[in-house]
């Protein structure tokens, strides 16, 4: 497999023996393409097509979808299970994993049992604290952080066998991600804390949402300088705003969230705060996409996710490709029956 070749439109995403980066996700960025991810709430159901009707609104938009893993510390359907659905029909999923809710024993059979399905992105977090939730008696695990994650996933792909040094007979061929905040004091630790990520595994980095453009230079110069730039994928968040309201509340409920006071002020003195928010969404990418070592973004768009498509069509990513989806390559049938 080329790597910028795809799978058989259709066909499910199968792990096999063999060359190449299995899925859609890894070998888009392996060919150099500016990627979108975009994030897809899990729903509060057992309803399979509730999972596939919150993806479709990222069809020719996304070349990935992640799916969270209990964020805020509140219950949904699991990462896994959403993961699983989507890779069945030909979606290219990021299966988050999160530390808090699960420990190395249960982990580590996720990773496998959902590299069996075709899950073979991995985005590993250390977790919101479980009083931020819904569920705040229950107990939180922590058995490993978002480091020990990445390393102890890397030995089950690499070295084939588990933390206990028990052999696996097939490894997964997994694509192994990690969050960073490039935003939040101190700023100096930040790319240490980076490249802590990048020598336990990491491939790839989805930062959190980006609204200060310098800050996230100073963040890039400084990976640039401890030589992280060809090691690992770069995908900033990004995401529309609703209002100035809104802004107000993630700024101050949002752990290591930094939204500057004139983004503030800008959505404030606007006449549609919607619209100037998607706006702002847009101008955002743009420079984003200008920054050395930057391979793309990822859209956090929560309860706005019907304007990813309009945010993505207007910042001009894309370059007029139209990323997988499952009717993206169905000939359109004709209305009448031929003769």
Known sequence: MKFDDEPVAGLPLAILPGPGPPGRFEPRLRAGRFAVTAELAPPDSADPEEVYRRARVFDGYADAINATDGSGANCHMSSLSVCALLTHIGYAPVMQISCRDRNRIAIQGDILGGAAMGVCNILCITGDGVQAGDHPQAKPVFDLDSVSLLGIARTLRDDHHFESGRRISMAPRVFLGAAANPFALPLDWRPERLAKKVAAGAQFIQTQYCFDVPRLRQFMAAVLDLGLIDKVFMLVGVGPLRSAKAAEWMRTHVPGLHIPDGVIRRLAGAEDPAREGRNLCVELIQ??????????????????????????????????RAPWYPARDTPPTSAKAST
Do not use: F, K, P
Request: glycine residues 8%; charged residues 25%; without cysteine.
């Open 287 to 320: 420079e984003i996409r200008a920054i050395r070592g930057v391979h793309g973004v990822h859209v956090m768009a929560y309860r706005q996710e019907e304007s990813v498509a309009e945010v993505i069509d207007r910042s001009q990513v894309l370059a007029g």
